[in-house]
């Protein structure tokens, strides 16, 4: 697939990504423990040692590539942070016009943002699902694994192919 898009390599690889932390997170790595993916790979944050990141990366395009999906959708995304961000600055500015007085404007507000936050989570996952990530791995291949940093936290990059 040499013609893919670069959008669809971040979402494959930001799928992959996912799926590696919550590997690491089954097998008892602990935070700080994070990712960021690009159209040429991704790059993990954690104490893990290169060996379990590299299992965890190879384990996880085994999963995807067996119809794992559930796997590139995280509760810990950046996506969900965004979506409750915006959702909680759309409630508030839409209580913030009303002339109930100071009082009712601060409970209502506090109402929306906290209703915001529900809504939040499944809001994000479905934007995963739909645009950010994609679990179908559709020949993506594990270039190389290496280490940039290793103290404090391992930043590994893991290099990637479709």
């Given amino acids: 697939m040499a013609n893919t ?14 799926a590696t932390v919550a590997l690491l997170l089954e097998r008892g790595v602990h935070p700080p423990l994070g990712g960021y993916s690009v159209a040429g790979g991704y790059v993990i944050w954690s104490k893990a040692p290169i060996a379990e990141v590299t299992e965890a990366s190879v384990d996880a395009l085994k999963l995807l590539n067996a119809g794992h999906g559930d796997l590139a959708i995280s ?3 950046g996506t969900n942070l965004v979506t409750s961000a915006v959702l909680g600055g759309l409630a508030a500015t839409l209580v913030r016009g009303n002339s109930r007085g100071i009082g009712a404007n601060f409970r209502a507000a ?3 943002i906290a209703t915001a936050s529900l809504l939040s989570r499944p809001v ?3 934007i995963q699902r739909r645009f950010t990530t994609k679990p179908e791995p559709a020949g993506l291949q594990i270039n190389s694994v290496r280490e940039i940093l290793h103290s404090p936290v391992s930043i590994i990059w893991v ?3 479709s």
């Fill in 5 to 18: 898009s670069a959008v669809l390599k971040i979402r494959r690889n930001h799928a992959l990504e996912h």
């Fill in 75 to 77: 509760p810990f995304c």
């Fill in 110 to 112: 506090i109402a929306a």
């Fill in 124 to 126: 994000g996952e479905f």
């Fill in 159 to 161: 290099s990637t192919s």
